[in-house]
């Protein structure tokens, strides 16, 4: 395993990740009632996982998608600017990062999922 770096899930990452996925929004519950179990056409998706240095929302690594939830704190400019850098660096490892607002999730359930499936680029 020569130049082998560990990408996914770094052990200083883990208190961090239990730790959003027991204190889930309530856009990210709904949302993960959608995606767990892999009954979104058999993807399995993962909840507060770990990328980089990042914890990305969910992330399905079959599809190299990531999804991530957006409330008003996204609004600001400097978090703004922070997350088109982390969606750059995620894109560098060749992940899609899909963003939706949180009221999206329940004003539209049908349509997030709707996204997220035509984004898919294997087929079952």
Same mark, same amino acid.
């Given at each position: 395993?020569?130049?082998?770096?560990?990408?996914?899930? #770094?052990?200083? $990452?883990?208190?961090? *990740? =239990?730790?959003? %996925?027991?204190?889930?929004?309530?856009?990210?519950?709904?949302?993960?009632?959608?995606? #767990?179990?892999? $009954?979104?056409?058999? *993807? =399995?998706?993962? %909840?507060?996982?770990?990328?980089?240095?990042?914890?990305?929302?969910?992330?399905?690594?079959?599809?190299?998608?990531?999804?991530?939830?957006?409330?008003?704190?996204?609004?600001?400019?400097?978090?703004?600017?922070?997350?088109?850098?982390?969606?750059?660096?995620?894109?560098?490892?060749?992940?899609?990062?899909?963003?939706?607002?949180?009221?999206?999730?329940?004003?539209?359930?049908?349509?997030?999922?709707?996204?997220?499936?035509?984004?898919?680029?294997?087929?079952?």
């Amino acid at each position: 395993m020569a130049n082998s770096k560990k990408i996914y899930n #770094k052990p200083r $990452q883990t208190d961090r *990740r =239990k730790e959003l %996925r027991s204190n889930l929004t309530p856009a990210e519950a709904a949302l993960w009632q959608m995606l #767990k179990n892999s $009954q979104l056409l058999g *993807r =399995k998706f993962r %909840r507060q996982h770990g990328i980089s240095c990042y914890i990305v929302d969910f992330c399905c690594r079959e599809e190299r998608l990531i999804i991530e939830l957006d409330g008003e704190v996204h609004n600001d400019p400097l978090r703004a600017e922070y997350d088109s850098i982390r969606d750059a660096q995620l894109r560098a490892l060749n992940y899609k990062v899909l963003h939706f607002e949180n009221k999206h999730v329940f004003r539209h359930p049908e349509g997030v999922l709707q996204i997220i499936i035509s984004s898919f680029s294997k087929t079952h």
